[in-house]
C-alpha cells in the first residue's frame, strides 16, 4: 500500500484503485446563510465566464465557476428557498430567492456536472488552473490582468 497526498485530499492507492477519505469536502452557502450546500472532492474546472448573462446575474464583470460531477454536490440547508432562472433552453441558474445569491449554473448537456458559484465556497478548494471564458463578450471597463488561457466563447470552439 503506498499513501499519496493529492492536494488536500489523503488517498491510498490501493490495487491500482484510488479511494479516497473523507476530508475533502468543499462547503459553500448563500450571503443570507439559508442554502448551504457540500460536495465531496475537488472542482475539477475553474472557469471564470464574461458572457453578459453571468454579469448581468452575477452584478460583476464576470462570474467564476468550479465544475463538479453532480453526484458529488448535496444541499445541506435551505433547499426550499431555492429558486431557479432559465437563462437560456440549455441552462438554468439556481439562486436563493431570499438574497438572490447565485449558487449554482446546471448546463442541460452536462448532465452528470454541476458548476457552482466560487462566490459562495468557504475557504480555500484549492482550484485547477483557471480559464476565461466568453472574453469576447467582455465588459468594455475590465482588463484581464493575468496569464490565464482565454477563450471568446465556450473552450472547445
Ligand atoms: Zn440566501
Ligand atoms: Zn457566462
Not at 475553474?46 to 458572457?51: E, G, L, V
Not at 460531477?69 to 441552462?91: C, I, N, Q
Not at 468557504?122 to 465588459?139: E, I, L, N, T
Request: glycine share 10%.
Amino acid at each position: 500500500m503506498r499513501l499519496t497526498i493529492i492536494k488536500n485530499l489523503a488517498c491510498y492507492t490501493i490495487n491500482s484503485k484510488t479511494d479516497c477519505i473523507g476530508v475533502g469536502v468543499i462547503k459553500g452557502r448563500c450571503e443570507c446563510g439559508s442554502v448551504q450546500y457540500e460536495v465531496d472532492g475537488e472542482i475539477t474546472d475553474f472557469s471564470h465566464c464574461h458572457c453578459s448573462q453571468c454579469r448581468r446575474l452575477h452584478g460583476a464583470a464576470f462570474a467564476s465557476f468550479g465544475g463538479i460531477p453532480r453526484d458529488k454536490f448535496r444541499y445541506v440547508s435551505g433547499e426550499s428557498d431555492l429558486k431557479t432562472y432559465a437563462s437560456s433552453e440549455k441552462m438554468d441558474r439556481v439562486f436563493c430567492g431570499n438574497c438572490g445569491s447565485n449558487i449554482l449554473a446546471d448546463f442541460k448537456p452536462e448532465p452528470g456536472a454541476l458548476y457552482i458559484t466560487m462566490g459562495t465556497v468557504d475557504g480555500d478548494p484549492k482550484c485547477p488552473p483557471g480559464y476565461h471564458q466568453f472574453v469576447g463578450s467582455k465588459a468594455p471597463w475590465y482588463e484581464i490582468c493575468d496569464d490565464l488561457p482565454r477563450h471568446d466563447t465556450w473552450p472547445d470552439d
